[in-house]
């Protein structure tokens, strides 16, 4: 993608009195040379990859290491049975989460958005708006384009990866992604979107990456809830007018600083947080006796 | 960097970088090899050593050195297929110096005794990036159909390089070049938005002073 920063990005949808997502699509449309239909589909396809995915979950299954599965069905349970307090939405979103992120823990097929650990976060606010607020398959194609717009920009900024940026910079990425996806849907301006991203990303900045076993379980699976609920509270802030003081851009920059001062330790190696405390090094050692 | 390494791409789990950007490195580097893989060194570094085996970075490279994509549901059987393949291969840790965390160094040799040394990064979201080509330092992300000349480092190569492309219509998305030391060995990297004929390649490789053509071709063999 051409652009470098989400003010650009803001400008040129002023310039060009374009839509979000159309911006990005006529930036992809140059990069990589083809026609809005080719990349229009590429994208549904990717729709459908998370609907497929969603849809495949597999409530019985474990992962080879046993750690992580079968949440997924509780949540649904107790979504069901009226269980949970913290909403309707909000229950679906975190049952989607958590139903994803097992499924790639189990090396089932997934959409990485922004990456596989973060796999569960913006098909769990997105499938779950399309199907509580009724909206169409076209509309949720192009939030995919707004979140992968913000994404890029992360990406091109700061990291979207836990071994360079830590946590913040996969389950903090896709936070921000989906929350700006979410503000488009909800009728955003491009200023409240990158506002909720810039809410969403601050409010996981300095989250490390702790896996237990350098496994893409613990605590990554429940880390996708965090990142779609948040998102969620993100648009709703931002819709409702409240603003982030530091722009989104330097959010993103202040992300990239904090992973540069992150410890090795605490980025994806598995030797610091939760993947040192006693119970994370007893499975690490179980695991590697096996 | 693309929108679809962002939202994408359509994997089998568990980790983008470590799963998927692995399949990406080995699936290259095949590619780059221009044949059949009969053998692997590989040589894995940082954090791709130390939590690699639980994320499936072994099956996963392995897999790709046997052609397959990211979202073939056959990664996890990877090392048996290799078997009856009768590809060898042996894994190994060893500190790659001041690169990438996630950074693999693969020294392969084809069916018909081709050689080449790939070292490749896992950058995230599964995108990658080659470092070095047998001990030359590159810099290419294997999206683009990318030519790889090393030639002894004096005038006139790169117009020869270039004006064939320039005669096939071959536009040149990016070029770097990089040599070991003045007049010694040098190494030309093209990323090309068209794919280069077949022959043009085969016309490289015998000009005076071009050392080694190889080229990342994104068709499908
Ligand atoms: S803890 Fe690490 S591996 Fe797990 S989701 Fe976060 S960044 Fe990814």
């Known amino acids: 993608m051409g652009y470098i920063s989400l003010t650009e990005i803001e400008k040129d949808i002023r310039i060009k009195k374009c839509e979000y997502w159309e911006i990005i699509l006529q930036d992809d449309m140059k990069e990589r040379m083809v026609s809005a239909e080719n990349s229009l589909k590429e994208m549904q396809g990717m729709y459908q990859a998370m609907k497929q995915a969603d849809k495949s979950y597999e409530g019985r299954r474990k992962s080879s290491s046993g750690l992580a599965g079968t949440d997924g069905l509780k949540i649904e349970k107790a979504n069901k049975t009226g269980k949970i307090i913290s909403g309707e939405f909000m229950g679906h979103v975190m049952e989607r989460a958590v139903k994803m992120g097992e499924s790639n823990a189990c090396m089932k097929r997934i959409v990485a958005a922004p990456t596989a650990g973060s796999c569960g976060v913006i098909p769990a606010v997105l499938l779950s708006y399309e199907k509580d607020f009724k909206m169409s398959e076209t509309r949720m194609i192009e939030s995919l384009y707004v979140a992968a717009g913000i994404g890029c920009v992360i990406a091109k900024r700061a990291s979207i990866s836990g071994a360079e940026g830590g946590c913040q910079a996969e389950i903090g990425s896709a936070s921000a992604m989906a929350a700006g996806a979410l503000c488009y849907l909800r009728g955003g301006t491009p200023a409240q979107i990158h506002n909720a991203s810039a809410i969403a990303l601050k409010n996981l900045l300095g989250l490390v990456c702790d896996p237990v076993a350098g496994l893409v379980e613990v605590p990554c699976v429940k880390r996708n809830v965090i990142g779609a609920v948040n998102a969620v509270t993100a648009s709703d802030l931002s819709m409702a007018g409240v603003k982030s003081v530091i722009p989104a851009d330097e959010v993103i920059d202040a992300m990239k600083n904090i992973g540069r001062m992150l410890p090795c330790a605490l980025k994806e190696t598995a030797e610091g947080g939760l993947a040192s405390t006693p119970t994370g090094q007893k499975i690490a050692k179980r695991l590697s006796g096996k | ?221």
């Open chain 2, 1 to 221: 960097m693309n929108i679809f390494d962002i939202v994408g791409p359509v994997m089998v789990g568990p980790s983008s970088s470590h799963t998927a950007g692995a399949v990406r490195i080995g699936y290259i580097s095949r590619k780059l090899l221009g044949e059949e893989v009969h053998e692997a060194e590989i040589y894995l570094h940082g954090s791709f050593a130390l939590t690699g085996k639980g994320h499936g970075t072994d099956k996963a490279l392995i897999a790709g050195l046997l052609g397959m994509h990211t979202d073939d549901v056959r990664i996890p059987d990877s090392f048996q297929m290799a078997e009856e393949k009768g590809m060898k291969f042996f894994f190994e840790t060893a500190d790659l110096g001041d690169v990438h965390p996630n950074t693999v160094l693969l020294k392969l040799t084809g069916k018909s005794k081709r050689k080449l040394e790939v070292m490749a990064s896992s950058l995230g979201g599964g995108r990658i990036q080659v470092n070095s080509l047998d001990g030359l330092t590159v810099n290419f992300c294997g999206d683009y159909p990318t030519l790889i000349v090393h030639n002894q480092d004096q005038p006139g190569h790169v117009a020869e390089v270039t004006s064939m492309l320039s005669h096939k219509s071959v536009n040149i998305a990016n070029m770097q070049l990089f040599r070991s030391q003045r007049g010694a060995d040098a190494v030309m990297v093209l990323e090309c938005d068209q794919e280069i004929p077949k022959e043009s390649i085969a016309w490289l490789m015998h000009l005076e002073g071009i050392n080694k053509v190889t080229y990342l071709s994104l068709k499908e063999d």
